[in-house]
């Protein structure tokens, strides 16, 4: 289960990255600007969500047992 998981977030991260380069391209200043406008914080919010539901589910190898070992 954790792998459609996984999918859906890097995907999500991808379309959060791209409407972030869509706002920021619409601030005058950039970045800075960010904070004045909620609805352009909101993506920044949305990028950070999502990357770290991409961290929180990817696949990690599973540990060895060291003492059968």
Known sequence: MR???HT???????????LLGY???DLSTGLTE???HWWS??????V??????ACLTR???AARNSAIG
């Open 59 to 61: 696949s990690r190898p």
């Open 34 to 36: 960010l904070p004045q």
């Open 41 to 46: 914080g909101s993506v920044a919010v949305f």
């Open 3 to 5: 792998r459609p998981l």
């Open 8 to 18: 859906l977030a890097s995907a999500l991260f991808a379309v959060s990255l791209v």
């Open 23 to 25: 706002t920021v391209n």
């Open 48 to 53: 950070i969500v999502s990357g770290a539901a």
